[in-house]
């Protein structure tokens, strides 16, 4: 679920923060930089592990601020394919679930890839998997064990493709409808996933 990868940037350091040391200047500008944010095709950033080397720290004409040279590495969020992974259920709509794992919030669970059968209460706003003639509700803030189906990484729209967009499209990084450029697609379609209330004791 997590791997460890080493990035070489350009770091640059702001005058009133070349006072502190350099490692405490540069860290500060990476977490601000790479933590909590997608390198594309690499993972979801979540915190820094360590910094390898400093080397640099030259002054610019005209900036003021000092240039660095760092090596570091940082623990990545990127799941693998058919990793088994628990978070908690943070809404249902008609087309499936959408799963929380603190950290991280973009997990989807479409519609066709719950338990067989289910369906939607429209009442509950909830879905429901039929288990021998029983309604079991899947309740918003429960664990729910899934399996993770595919990982899919997006660049951000540019405005062109904005101005030209169409329809629901045109919502693309609104409130209504957010940008998530990263985003797990998982399934819960199999015995011992799902809410794990199902199947404790």
């Known amino acids: 679920m997590f791997i460890i990868t080493q990035i070489e940037d350009q770091i640059r350091v702001l005058p009133q923060d070349l006072a502190k040391t350099p490692v405490d200047a ?4 990476i977490e601000q930089r790479f933590v909590d944010k997608v390198i594309p095709n ?11 080397h400093i080397e640099g720290g030259f002054v610019y004409p005209n900036d003021g601020a000092a240039f660095f040279k760092v090596q570091f590495r940082v623990v990545v969020f ?20 959408r799963v929380s794992l603190d950290f991280f919030e973009d997990v989807l669970i479409p519609e066709h890839a719950l338990q067989d059968p289910s ?5 509950e706003r909830l879905w429901v998997w039929k288990f021998d003639g029983n309604d ?15 990982v899919k990484f997006s660049a951000p729209p540019t405005p062109l493709e904005l101005q030209n967009a169409t329809g629901d499209d045109k919502l693309l990084g609104t409130a209504a409808k957010p940008f ?10 199999g015995d011992g996933l799902g809410l794990t209330t199902w199947w404790a004791g």
């Open 26 to 29: 540069v860290t500060a500008v």
């Open 42 to 52: 690499l993972g979801h950033v979540v915190t820094i592990y360590d910094v390898l």
């Open 136 to 150: 079991m509700y899947m309740d918003l803030q429960e664990p729910i064990r899934f399996r993770v189906h595919s």
């Open 180 to 189: 998530s450029p990263m985003v797990v697609m998982g399934d819960i379609n």
């Open 78 to 97: 990127r799941p693998f394919v058919g990793e088994i992974i628990v978070g908690k259920l943070k809404s249902c709509s008609r087309e499936g679930l």
């Open 119 to 123: 369906f939607y209460d429209e009442a």
